[in-house]
């Protein structure tokens, strides 16, 4: 928690040269930063990891913005759930200093050209559904990590692959961020908080609660010495029977690397986590778990 | 110049972290901090980035590093030339504080796999012969900038296209510092000088020698009014009674997003350039030349 939490009315930036000029002053009186990147729509997933940077910095900045980039054509980009009013509320009672919100011209204007690529964490699991999507993420986030210059920036676990991204990236290109992770929170039911829970019709949300279970239940098999492929395949079953859409993927994966588990049992000196993502009704909902360790 | 240059024993780092402890010393006390990345091979064009750099900042930083990933296959890496000690001279020499010059293993350690695309102004000219180029530089320009962590970097505008990739890669990137770049120093004979002319025979010096004025000449003819497709006409023959192996691009280009111009005058508002790469014996040479405008 920031000593200086007095000081506490949010702040909103939206222009690179706002942002600036308050993160550094902070700087410079020897104040770290703390930074949450967000897509606005937020909710106690997006808040914990907020409140995770104050506690790890003096200053907490969290930026709202949908980044067109990382979504494809058929994708949901104009009907992303936006509510900046509430987002900033949320935001100023969770400790946060200072809401950057720019529009998407500040962020892309005319003649931008750049990508960033980070090759082999990017593929499989969700690189392989949506293509686009880490290279938009990893482009929009070093410009994000730029333009803050934040001491710590915290990414929450259940964009897990994400998370491997954006530490690849910031290792390879010597970025001075450190990049937390921060666990998955969840409804009361275990269904991690996603901001697309809210497409959820009443029976889907049913449904969706019961994605957590089967993955955790995979997990403590292959804690318990199962075999991978036996596990992969019971699994497959248990959410054809949740009444789940489609599986986009059901994996098991290292967690470092994220090499594919296909048979056998988990080496116990790899960590590893279950992975997935499924279509209920319409809506593509993504989840992990950790294989526990003996 | 530096008001600081009686401390002025040039340092050499080997470690990014032995970089930082010396370049986050020098930013804490408020001093500048100005960077020249080169691949070593140091002549006075060079050195003429190193006094410009001192110039616009209180200490001066020069990277020596043959960056493999902008060469392919074929070309001149392992030949290229290197000569550490004599660089190192000539830095001191030049009013640099610190010399990086890292191994490859702290530049691309074991998993490394984040590249850097900068799309339109990577594309024609220089890209267009050696495909992989822009992005093995830009994302090692990336690196170092990150590494150093500079006020303002300086580069040759010799490596014109190279200028422009980083401009825009740094504005894209929202990267926190400043791009300069630098006028092409030359020999008595006006060849611009560069690490490759010590491949060159002395008929194929003699040849060479005759570039810069084959493209200064066609300059001044554009900045009179001549029809761009004339000139390039002419120009390539001239380059052929030169003795010129292979011309590997003659283009008349805006200077500021590489905008070809293939015929009809020069449109006086839009500052242009002549560009050349041409093969002599077997030595590739670059060079390119302002349009004066009326």
Redesign the interface.
């Known amino acids: 928690m920031s000593p200086l939490s007095a000081d506490s009315q949010l702040g909103v930036a939206r222009t690179?040269k706002a942002l600036r000029a308050r993160v550094d002053a902070w700087r410079s009186s020897g104040q770290s930063v703390g930074f949450v990147p967000t897509m606005g729509a937020l909710h106690d997933g997006h808040l914990s990891l907020v409140r995770m940077a104050a506690r790890l910095s003096d200053r907490t900045v969290a930026s709202i913005f949908v980044n067109p980039t990382q979504f494809a054509p058929h994708e949901d980009f104009s009907s992303y759930p936006r509510n900046e009013a509430q987002d900033l509320e949320k935001l100023q009672s969770s400790g946060c200093h200072l809401a950057y919100a720019p529009p998407p011209e500040q962020m892309y204007p005319p003649?931008?050209?750049?990508?960033?690529?980070?090759?082999?964490?990017s593929q499989g699991l969700c690189g392989e559904s949506r293509p686009h999507f880490f290279g938009g993420v990893?482009?929009v986030v070093?410009?994000l990590l730029?333009?803050v210059?934040p001491t710590v920036a915290v990414f929450g676990e259940k964009d897990f692959q994400q998370l491997l991204v954006i530490k690849?990236?910031v290792r390879?290109?010597?970025?001075?961020v450190e990049i937390v992770g921060a666990p998955i929170v969840r409804e009361a039911d275990g269904l991690a908080m996603s901001s697309r829970n809210a497409y959820l019709s009443t029976d889907e949300r049913a449904t969706a609660g019961k994605l957590n279970k089967i993955i955790s239940s995979m997990a403590d098999r292959l804690s318990e010495g199962a075999d991978a492929s036996d596990v992969l395949n019971d699994g497959r079953m248990a959410l054809e029977s949740a009444g789940v859409s489609r599986v986009d993927y059901l994996e098991i994966r290292s967690e470092t690397?994220l090499t594919p588990v296909l048979y056998g049992p988990i080496d116990p000196a790899i960590p590893a986590r279950v992975f997935i993502a499924a279509i209920v009704g319409k809506t593509r909902l993504i989840d992990n778990w950790p294989v526990r360790r003996a």
Chains 1, 2 share one sequence.
Do not use: H, Y
């Open positions: 690179v003649g931008f050209q750049t990508s960033i690529k980070v090759e082999a964490v990893a482009t070093c410009k730029n333009q210059r690849r990236m390879d290109l010597d970025m001075p690397d």
